[in-house]
């Protein structure tokens, strides 16, 4: 079933039902300022933290996605309500249409019930730490109208969601609201939150701009009424708000305005959320009596983003290809480099940090738009990176780089242990800043950014070079008895625990990959000493990963007593994406083994929905360390199809040169193709989520955990290094497709140094990939790369596959 479609050239998704199968939801705002919406209007907002800034309340786990923001419209004559929302009232839909557009950083809502249209956007003003909700009814009728509005919002009591939602016998009586002009003010803490100016930075507002406030509440129970919903509150249902404020219970803005319309008449009505105090809140208030204000904000956040996307664009036979690439990926990739896995419908907010894996792969979704945006993340979790040459497992949000606990691998006690959680390194983290190191300088040609010096999580400094020495001995003094290394805490499978002393083959995998790319440094650099170190110990962790395999495949890994962990004759988890796709992004496997390990990957764990993470799943045969077991069989970890995954087995068969294999991965896995089977995934279908249930599920196919993983990031590096070809190095552009062989060719407009490049690449012989000639700006070159020294301010490529 189909409950919308993408509409490409405006880079929006239109959602033409309402009852979506789960909230699909859209994010506004930036790193000072979030705002998550869905369709029917659900969502939340937060100021810098979804665990410690949250505004707005939001009850997760649930279909109905409520509360939110709000708009009723209540016809005084005919006593009947609406909202400008299918939700919360909820009206038959043979009676009430509606439409929603999902865009870059806004979302704009229109239905008509009763000869009423509306049209709402919410968006977040571009680098602004408040939200706007702008509505525009207009009367399609031949007759006057007799209406009134009611804006609603229903605040938290705390800035931490756990405490507003669990502590009440604590957050129940620090808030109040007041009326005051055109808007509801909260105070929190009101005697103890003064600042040294005597404001209270923890005010809230809920103002309105167009429309006189004919009454209000700040009351929660009072606006909805004993025994009631948002889908019936009294004062809408009864017509009026009672000027009931807050003073030890649940806080809310409601803002009744009540207005006639003639027949083909709109009225503009404006409302804005923010944490301000009510002297800055009558400012921000003011300045939307401006007539088009609202127009020319929505016009400069679309204008700021498309300019963003349109740094890299594609044109494909595949509208699936196209609309991912182009548009979603790409914002997707931008949301989780943001926000992490802060806050959305699922993630409620308790993480109050930066995951090091997750972050540092994720900046690598944006490098090709913004490498340097990309650049300032890379050095911030440089700055988390511990003398050691580990990374810290949770970067606070308030990370005070040079004077940070540390995790202590023998004391879960540890300060830095009871302030995140995490007692203990993992095995991976400070080994994925080779790729995005790696990616950035390539993609910006900045080679000086090996020399920049930035501070250690614990104190002191180095190069960013030197940083990367450090990571590499951080595994090299980790080793175990098969001198490779070690799980720790986890590799990136947080449910596979093989401990100190296993041994991870998928790191191993990494450092293996690492010491190439270090060593590429080092020659550059002169620095033939830590070279001859790299040719020394890299050969002697091939002999290791030599043995790690198993006929057909590679193992896994193997646990502290010895015992291989992954091994072909073992009866459950016998085979594993991830070492297979990792052997040959790492360049470990040979050509014979790479083959092989892929083909078997695509015998044994695809399905019609993506690649399994692993096969069998555990249930009778697991160890300790197995913590997937605790799943359901084909679920998350156990066998599910982990989303993530999916980018580094689309990279590993483009590298291989398999165009057809590539893309059948990225169709299984791609929520765009999902468009016309929504029920099935249940996830919006055009954002990536965190897993997808596989064939032993009675539910095969339903996804889970939209918008924030690491997918996002390791789908584009897969569709745009893999598919597309696009693989910068320092001194310019390797192209090197691998598309399906049934495409006649495609092009690409991508912005790179300074420079527009234009590239057209034609298959004339229909081949999966191959490049048999290419020329620059008429000039023909060989092989498949364009040094940067011919590129001019227009660069024409044409690459022609054989």
Excluded at 72 to 97: E, F, H, M
Excluded at 185 to 210: A, C, L, M, T
Excluded at 275 to 293: F, H, M, R, S, T
Aim: proline fraction near 4%; charged fraction near 20%.
């Amino acid at each position: 079933m189909q409950y919308g479609y993408f509409d490409l050239e405006h880079k929006e998704y239109v959602i033409t039902r309402p009852d979506t199968p789960a909230p699909w939801a859209n994010y506004l705002g930036s790193p000072e300022y979030g705002a998550i919406v869905s369709n029917n209007g659900g969502g939340y907002s937060f100021v810098k933290s979804g665990a410690n800034g949250r505004i707005i309340r939001y009850r997760f786990n649930s279909n109905i996605g409520l509360p939110g923001r709000y708009i009723y419209i209540r016809d005084n004559d005919a006593k009947d309500y609406w909202s400008c929302t299918w939700q919360p009232v909820g009206k038959p839909l043979d009676q009430y249409k509606t439409e929603c557009h999902h865009g870059t950083a806004y979302t704009t809502i229109k239905s008509d019930y009763a000869d009423i249209h509306s049209e709402l956007t919410y968006y977040v003003p571009l680098n602004k730490t408040y939200e706007v909700w702008r509505t525009k009814i207009t009367n399609n009728s031949d007759r006057y109208r007799n209406l009134s509005t009611f804006g609603f919002v229903e605040f938290t009591n705390e800035n931490n969601y756990e405490q507003d939602q669990v502590n009440l016998q604590y957050t129940l009586f620090i808030t109040r609201t007041s009326f005051e002009g055109n808007k509801i003010v909260q105070h929190i803490n009101e005697n103890s939150g003064k600042d040294e100016n005597g404001s209270n930075w923890r005010e809230r507002f809920f103002g309105v701009v167009g429309a006189p406030v004919s009454a209000y509440n700040g009351n929660l129970d009072s606006f909805i009424g004993s025994y009631r919903t948002y889908g019936n509150p009294v004062a809408v249902e009864r017509g009026f708000c009672d000027n009931k404020l807050n003073y030890n219970s649940n806080a809310c803005g409601a803002l009744q305005s009540d207005i006639i319309l003639a027949p083909g008449e709109t009225k503009e009505i404006i409302y804005v959320v923010g944490q301000k105090n009510p002297k800055v809140a009558d400012e921000i208030l003011a300045a939307y009596n401006e007539p088009g204000k609202v127009d020319a904000e929505v016009k400069e956040l679309i204008a700021y983003w498309h300019g963003q996307l349109n740094n890299f664009q594609i044109e494909t036979p595949s509208d699936e290809f196209n609309n991912m690439v182009n548009v979603w990926n790409a914002y997707q990739c931008f949301i989780t480099f943001i926000w992490s896995r802060a806050a959305s419908f699922i993630y409620c907010g308790l993480r109050n940090g930066y995951g090091y894996r997750d972050t540092v792969q994720d900046i690598q979704g944006i490098i090709h738009i913004n490498p340097e945006l990309a650049a300032e993340k890379i050095r911030f979790m440089i700055s988390a990176q511990v003398d050691n040459g580990g990374g810290l497992p949770l970067v606070k949000f308030d990370h005070k780089a040079g004077h940070e606990t540390c995790p202590d691998e023998n004391d879960e006690n540890s300060i830095y242990a009871k302030e995140t959680g995490h007692p203990c390194y993992r095995a991976d983290d400070a080994l994925w800043l080779f790729p995005t190191v790696n990616k950035y300088i390539g993609e910006s040609g900045n080679k000086a950014f090996l020399d920049e010096v930035i501070v250690y999580a614990n104190g002191g400094e180095d190069t960013v070079y030197e940083h990367l020495k450090r990571a590499i001995n951080f595994s090299m003094e980790r080793l175990g008895a098969h001198t490779m290394p070690a799980g720790l805490y986890a590799d990136w499978n947080d449910c596979l625990r093989l401990g100190k002393k296993g041994e991870s083959t998928f790191v191993a995998f990494q450092l293996y990959y690492a010491m190439s790319i270090i060593k590429g440094y080092a020659l550059d650099r002169g620095d033939n000493e830590y070279a001859a170190y790299i040719d020394k110990v890299q050969p002697e962790l091939g002999k290791s990963l030599e043995a790690c395999w198993d006929e057909d495949r590679f193992i896994r890994g193997y646990r502290e007593n010895g015992e291989i962990v992954g091994a072909k004759k073992d009866p459950e988890a016998s085979m594993w994406l991830n070492p297979q796709s990792w052997s040959v992004i790492s360049g470990f496997a040979s050509d014979k083994q790479a083959e092989t390990a892929m083909e078997k990957v695509h015998e044994i764990l695809n399905t019609p929905f993506g690649v399994k993470i692993m096969e069998p799943p555990y249930v009778d045969h697991y160890f300790d360390g197995a913590l997937m077991h605790i799943f359901n069989p084909d679920t998350k970890e156990n066998g599910g199809i982990f989303s993530q995954t999916q980018g580094w087995a689309i990279l590993a068969e483009s590298l291989l040169g398999h165009g057809d294999r590539a893309f059948e991965y990225f169709l299984e896995s791609s929520p765009a193709n999902m468009n016309d089977k929504a029920e099935v995934r249940i996830l919006e279908p055009y954002v990536h989520g965190q897993f997808t249930e596989s064939t032993r599920s009675p539910y095969a196919g339903r996804s889970h955990v939209h918008w924030l993983t690491g997918t996002g990031s390791t789908v584009m590096v897969g569709c745009v290094e893999g598919i597309c070809g696009m693989r910068p190095n320092a001194e310019g552009l390797v192209i090197s497709p691998s598309i399906p062989h049934t495409w006649d060719g495609f092009k690409i407009e991508k912005n790179f140094r300074g420079k527009h490049l234009s590239i057209d690449i034609q298959n004339p012989d229909h081949v999966q990939s191959g490049v048999k000639s290419m020329t620059v700006n008429g000039e023909a070159v060989e092989g498949n790369f364009v040094c940067e020294c011919k590129m001019t301010e227009q660069t024409n490529i044409v690459v022609v596959l054989g």
